[in-house]
């Protein structure tokens, strides 16, 4: 399933997918690498409008390494995952800070699926999983997607022409979706 929301705005997409559909009680993984920078303040402001209404909401952020030189990133064990179930929006924006001055992500690809596995075993129970990524980067531990068991919600950032074939296979094999913005050229 493909929700594709047609605007010229992609600084809204986090926001706008987040609110359009009903996932409560979620675990959002959220990539902090340095070109999902543009959308981490978003989801901070998301956050702060809707942490009385969202209640049980937790979240891992990943930065692909914690600065860990690409030729030593394993995969599985690339690190730089972090957990809260932080109801203050201070306690957030604090991680948020940390995890992103903690690693930059290097080369393009991200470790997606260890996050979520990660994530996943530090998490209290949830009953929906969000993935927010950058749709231009592959995800580097793809051959881990067997361990994954339940439906990945994917907020793709940046989406510009095509979902790349990582994303589109996550989605279907754990039978959840993908969420762009379609951006309109005038």
């Not at 279907?172 to 379609?182: A, D, N, P, R, V």
């Amino acid at each position: 399933f493909i929700d594709a929301i047609n605007s010229n705005d992609d600084e809204t997409i986090i926001s706008t997918i987040l609110n359009r559909n009903s996932w409560k009680n979620k675990l959002i993984v959220c990539d902090l690498t340095g070109s999902m920078n543009p959308y981490t303040a978003e989801l901070s402001v998301w956050y702060n409008l809707n942490l009385v209404i969202e209640k049980n909401l937790q979240f891992v952020f990943f930065n692909d390494g914690d600065n860990m030189e690409d030729e030593e990133k394993i995969i599985g064990k690339t690190g730089g995952v972090y957990y809260t179930n932080s109801r203050n929006i201070d306690e957030l924006n604090t991680l948020i800070s940390k995890v992103s001055s903690s690693g930059s992500g290097g080369d393009c690809q991200e470790n997606d699926i260890e996050a979520i596995i990660k994530g996943i075993k530090m998490s209290n129970a949830f009953n929906n999983l969000v993935l927010i990524a950058d749709s231009n980067s592959p995800v580097r531990d793809i051959n881990l997607l067997s361990k994954l068991t339940k439906p990945v919600h994917i907020i793709l950032c940046g989406y510009e022409d095509f979902v790349l074939n990582d994303y589109l296979k996550m989605a279907w094999k754990t039978k959840g979706s993908i969420h762009t913005i379609c951006l309109l050229y005038t």
